[in-house]
């Protein structure tokens, strides 16, 4: 059977690899597809990279990566944001070695540099050893470099290593209402990153999760142990009483067929799009009575009626990030290797809003996004299943014909289809093919 | 020391060694016996974490919701566990850091060795064992378990640690 890679990356043939209604394997099983996607999707696009609310007070800072490459997000002194390469002017050592802390000066292990939080040099020891030297002190270079381009909606920091391509605000298009919807849920308006992270390790690509997100032709038969159990066990243990909210977040993976399709997908340009609109699998939950009052006092009744009505599923920020508004979660996408992503799980505070609703979003990390949870172990295991499967030479193609040509445009680059449609993986396949092929951002 | 704290002390490290082999021997129905009514375990997610309210864990569950993982083992359906996984867990180290009355803290240290499939996944940490003695024995009003990785990144497990 001919392949359509050979070795090495120039001998990649991308038009052929992703068509509009299949993709290749190898574009999950290929270390050669992996290192060129670094290069010309995570090292070029927006890609997330923090909330403000983990630097909030200047000298705090938060690493974390962009690709492959080691970033930190700091609050200088002068109250600004900087994204910064993680790696001293000097010989190159990553200057900050923990993941988040306070400090007055970023100060390198090695030889001792001081930079400021915006990455300017601040000292070098014995610096007079450079006088009469090539060495320069106010060149540029002395400073820990700044990354090409970063920028913050309602919070959430995101950074290109390219310098060129279109802003963030129109780079994030339609899902920008995603966030605002998630922040606008807070009666402050705001959000803020609590309670933790947590690091789940999959043995797959790290396609094969964020296609996922937005398949919701999966839960009925993935979910099946733990969602369907769970409605069972439940109703054996409190017969008609209220089912507790841990109980109201597992049942509904077990929906039906129609209230998936109702609940319907929406794609944008980049890979963008959103499940669920009108109505999600989160749309049940019960009332908090004292936060719909805090709402109603911050915003008024008919604009919390708009707010509460928009119910979203996951929104993928394509390729890095990805929220569940209607339940203040997100998950955001470390791929590491063809075969090994990390997903990082976070949780927010809306602030102004009663306890409670922290402590559901907690719950609902717990019970979904954690390494031991309830759910997302199958998941994983057909993740883990596809990696292997398609490892066989038995066919070459991965099927997304499902509903195609069958999209409506709802004008400015908005595409909707019903839930069971593949629309979500055509779209991200659609801006894969774009970036892989040009590079563009 | 009298002669009545180490049979006490002997009473409660048989309590932990049982309650690790139920465990082992996937006798999860006796395992969840083990705890009161409104017991509850608790693995989690960071070194310090003062609650499991505020903070993200690995696993929180009372009656309930050990009820559905137990019943999620069972399950044809449940992919992930197929074949399902052998656990050998080793409880050391065990102190008795507070008695009063009924109430007993227990501290210990434990190693789990998973086998799912193809190979042996480590766990090590410690157990904080809340229990409570009545004439029927002891029972667990919390079991916390504690990795010594709680923080770092796992792969899937679906088995209590």
């Known amino acids: ?441 | 020391m009298t002669t009545d704290d180490l049979l006490f002390y002997h009473r409660v490290s048989q309590f932990l060694f049982l309650e690790a082999r139920l465990l082992d021997e996937q006798k999860w129905e006796e395992w969840n016996e083990l705890f009161t009514e409104d017991g509850v375990y608790w693995a989690p997610a960071s070194w310090e974490q003062p609650d499991p309210f505020h903070h993200v864990s690995l696993i929180f569950e009372d009656k309930l919701l050990r009820d559905v993982r137990i019943a999620r083992f069972k399950s044809p359906a449940a992919y992930s566990l197929q074949p399902f996984p052998r656990t050998s867990h080793m409880v050391s180290n065990i102190m008795i850091d507070n008695r009063e009355g009924d109430l007993v803290t227990v501290s210990s240290q434990f190693q789990m060795t998973e086998f799912r499939r193809d190979k042996p996944i480590r766990y090590n940490g410690a157990y904080t064992h809340e229990l409570s003695e009545s004439d029927s024995g002891f029972k667990m009003r919390q079991k916390k378990a504690i990795l010594v990785n709680c923080d770092g990144t796992h792969e899937s497990s679906s088995v209590y640690f």
């Open chain 1, 1 to 441: 059977m001919a392949t359509l890679i050979d070795n090495g990356p120039k001998a990649i043939d991308i038009n052929n690899l992703a068509q509009d209604d299949k993709v290749h394997r190898s574009v999950y099983t290929d270390p050669a597809v992996f290192a060129l996607e670094m290069e010309r999707i995570w090292e070029k696009s927006w890609i997330y990279v923090g909330h403000e609310s983990q630097v909030k007070e200047p000298g705090q800072y938060y690493s974390t990566t962009i690709g492959r490459q080691p970033v930190i997000l700091t609050r200088h002194t002068d109250g600004e944001i900087y994204v910064l390469f993680n790696r001293c002017a000097h010989k190159g050592a990553k200057l900050v070695g923990d993941e988040c802390g306070k400090a007055k000066e970023l100060r390198c292990c090695y030889h001792g540099w001081r930079f400021h939080l915006d990455g300017s040099l601040l000292s070098i020891p014995l610096e007079q050893g450079y006088d009469g030297t090539d060495f320069n002190r106010d060149d540029p270079d002395a400073n820990v470099q700044r990354v090409p381009r970063y920028d913050s909606y309602r919070g959430f920091v995101f950074a290109s290593l390219s310098a060129e391509g279109p802003d963030l605000v129109d780079w994030l298009g339609g899902v920008a209402s995603s966030i605002d919807n998630m922040a606008d849920r807070a009666p402050d308006g705001e959000l803020e990153i609590t309670g933790g992270v947590m690091r789940y390790e999959h043995d797959s690509n790290w396609k094969f999760f964020i296609e996922n997100l937005n398949d919701l032709m999966h839960p009925m038969v993935t979910h099946q142990s733990s969602s369907l159990t769970a409605r069972v066990v439940a109703k054996k243990s409190l017969g008609d009483q209220p089912a507790p909210p841990a109980i109201e977040i597992i049942s509904p993976f077990t929906e039906s067929y129609s209230f998936f399709d109702e609940m319907g997908l929406h794609a944008f340009d980049h890979g963008h799009g959103y499940s669920g609109g009108k109505t999600s699998i989160h749309a049940k939950y019960s009332d908090v009575p004292d936060y719909n009052a805090a709402m109603e006092k911050a915003y008024g009744k008919e604009k919390v009626e708009e707010i509460f009505a928009v119910n979203r599923h996951n929104t993928v920020f394509y390729p890095s990030a990805t929220i569940k508004g209607a339940i203040q979660t997100m998950r955001v996408v470390k791929p590491i290797a063809v075969d090994k992503t990390v997903i990082e799980s976070w949780t927010f505070r809306l602030k102004g809003a009663p306890d409670e609703l922290l402590k559901r979003s907690i719950l609902y990390c717990n019970l979904i996004n954690s390494s031991a949870n309830l759910v997302g172990p199958d998941d994983q295991e057909a993740y883990r299943r596809q990696q292997t499967g398609l490892e066989s030479e038995g066919a070459d193609w991965v099927l997304m014909h499902r509903d195609h040509g069958r999209d409506e445009d709802l004008g400015n680059g908005h595409i909707y289809a019903k839930g069971s449609s593949d629309l979500a993986f055509r779209n991200q396949y659609r801006a894969w093919k774009r970036y892989m092929s040009e590079g563009a951002s």
